[in-house]
């Protein structure tokens, strides 16, 4: 079984630790690939029009002299990087043991700047957002989408896609291996209406990946994830290629 997850806006700060190796990272079909929007990246953050591009607020544009120095800066695991509402709920420095290695396992975190990286990975803050069209390479999105799929084609077993709608572009499963991948919708139910409500569905998607990794057996059907997510608590509704997590206000 593979989660996937995205990433999160906020980073854990990398006080020491060693450089960037792109030939380190896993899944090494995407060097390349990384490689080019990586010179992109910093190419564009010796300009003037890196705050426009990257949608940043004055508060928020010491992120672009931060990325000019990815190629040096001292790298953290994936793992300790991201933070957030889904990061908190995913909670994994108060894993177990088996559930943590479980989660470095099935955990596939997707990134505007790295494609796919596992948990171990160790990569710098940074600040690039999937929607971003990024010169000269455009909407990144669809740059990674050809080099994603033949990688999370080949995966055997089930996909839990738990990443938002802008992380959900990069990578949509071939025909063939639809019946293997079932997004998980997070809704909010009040009064017989149901919405989608950021807050709540980033710290469910966290407590869902987190349940996930602390069961010993993967489910391998959307049915078996379905019937495992409701044992636990879970208001869960099976539908062709997605499963809804309702939740009361």
């Known amino acids: ?6 990433p999160s806006e906020g980073k854990s700060a990398a006080k020491r630790g060693a450089a960037l190796d792109l030939a380190g990272l896993s899944f090494p079909e995407l060097t390349c690939h990384r490689e080019k929007v990586l010179d992109a990246l910093v190419q564009l953050c010796h300009t003037p029009a890196a705050q426009q591009v990257l949608d940043l607020t004055d508060g928020l544009a010491g ?3 931060r990325n000019r120095g990815l190629r040096t800066a001292p790298t953290l695991a994936a793992g300790k990087l991201y933070s957030g509402v889904l990061y908190d709920h995913l909670g994994l420095a108060s894993l177990p043991p088996g559930a943590r290695r479980r989660a470095t396992q099935r955990i596939v975190i997707m990134s505007g700047l790295w494609g796919a990286l596992r948990l171990t990975d160790r990569v710098p803050p940074y600040r690039l957002s999937m929607g971003v069209r990024l010169p000269p390479i455009g909407g990144l999105a669809a740059y990674w989408r050809p080099a994603l799929s033949p990688v999370l084609d080949a995966e055997l077993g089930l996909i839990v896609d738990l990443r938002s709608a802008t992380y ?11 019946q293997r991948v079932i997004a998980v919708r ?22 869902v990946a987190r349940s996930l990794v602390e069961n010993t057996k993967a489910p391998a059907t959307p049915e078996q994830l379905a019937h495992l997510l409701a044992g636990l608590g879970y208001r869960a509704e099976l539908a062709p290629g997605r499963l809804d997590i309702v939740i009361n206000s």
Do not use: Y
Not at 168 to 178: I, L, N, S, V, Y
């Open 168 to 178: 959900g572009a990069a990578w949509k499963p071939r025909r063939d291996a639809k």
């Open 1 to 6: 079984m593979l989660i996937l997850l995205p």
């Open 186 to 207: 997070v809704l909010q139910e009040a009064n017989g209406k149901r919405t989608v409500v950021s807050h709540m569905a980033k710290a469910t998607r966290g407590a």
């Open 63 to 65: 992120e672009i002299t």
